[in-house]
């Protein structure tokens, strides 16, 4: 699956950890399991194989975020992203990296 990275912090994040450099925006711990999740995301050829995936609690979102989905980073912090068809291929766009439980 291609994955565009629409977050600057974030796409830098992937291209160069894990010698990133500067302020963290996010805890160490929680950046290291978005650059797992963004491998995995890229192994999978399908939206159905990423479905199918359960550790990742592929989920459809409602409300402010209708029409876009997450996938867990861990218990806490989501990955929200939306999916288009460039032809016959998928795009996965990813937007934020969401604290799920922070108000």
Do not use: C
């Not at 160490?28 to 999740?37: G, S, T």
């Amino acid at each position: 699956m291609n994955i565009i990275i629409e977050d600057d912090y974030l796409a830098n994040l992937v291209s160069s950890y894990p010698n990133t450099v500067g302020k963290r925006k996010f805890p160490i711990e929680v950046e290291k399991k978005f650059v797992q999740r963004i491998s995995q995301l890229m192994a999978v050829p399908t939206e159905n194989d990423l479905r199918s995936i359960g550790a990742l609690h592929f989920e459809k979102l409602y409300g402010e975020y209708n029409g876009k989905y997450s996938i867990r980073v861990n218990r806490s912090w989501r990955i929200i992203f939306r999916l288009d068809k460039e032809g016959q291929i998928k795009v996965l766009f990813i937007e934020e990296l969401n604290n799920h439980y922070k108000g």
